[in-house]
């Protein structure tokens, strides 16, 4: 399963069908009941857009941020 679902990239998506499918097989791993949560999930990304001049960025790019950090919500030193 995985750590982070990158909300931009679902965003891209030309249709639910599509974003549905892709979170569907990013959580194939998981042993629990996912339905709810993929619902929730789209219920939630309906009426956003992505946000304009923000780079493709993961965690992976700066070790030092643990999976959970990212730079926008990691306070300054």
Known sequence: MPDEVNIDE???????DERSRK?????????????DFVQELLAKLRGLH???GFPHSSCSDDPSLS????????APP
């Open 50 to 52: 992505k946000q304009p």
């Open 67 to 74: 999976p959970r950090q990212d730079r926008a919500h990691t």
């Open 10 to 16: 679902l965003l891209e998506l030309d249709s639910e």
């Open 23 to 35: 979170i569907q097989g990013l959580l194939e791993s998981c042993t629990n009941p996912t339905e």
